[in-house]
């Protein structure tokens, strides 16, 4: 469903999909490629597990210049989203539950929140 709703929007055009080398996290990546029916290449990229530090996740996203999706797990994914908003991994500013996409864009040093969809919205 949140793939549906993706594809409708044309807000998600991601070059790349980094997911966790956990199974579901490479199974979720996977659906959403389907559900978007693009051929957007997936990646397992260590540093996504959740028991891994959001820093991590931090120093490999400062190399990329593409548009990118993550697909891991919590609460890693809320700390990495705090941290890179607002600098604090340890004061969580966002909840990423089950099914819900939080669109961030990196303006010089600073990522803003563009958008973000809870499952609520969609289903």
């Not at 210049?65 to 500013?93: F, I, M």
């Amino acid at each position: 469903a949140l793939a549906k709703f993706l594809a409708r929007s044309g807000a998600f055009a991601p070059r790349e999909i980094w997911h966790s080398p956990l199974v579901r996290a490479r199974e979720t990546a996977e659906w959403l490629v389907r559900g978007l029916k693009v051929e957007t290449p997936c990646r397992a990229v260590p540093g996504l597990e959740p028991e891994h530090a959001p820093q991590i996740a931090e120093r490999k996203l400062a190399t990329v210049t593409h548009d990118l999706a993550l697909v891991g797990h919590e609460p890693q994914l809320s700390a990495l989203a705090s941290l890179l908003v607002c600098g604090d991994a340890e004061r969580p500013a966002f909840v990423m539950k089950k099914c819900t996409a939080l669109a961030l864009q990196r303006e010089g040093s600073h990522w803003l929140v563009r958008w973000q969809i809870a499952r609520e919205l969609f289903e």
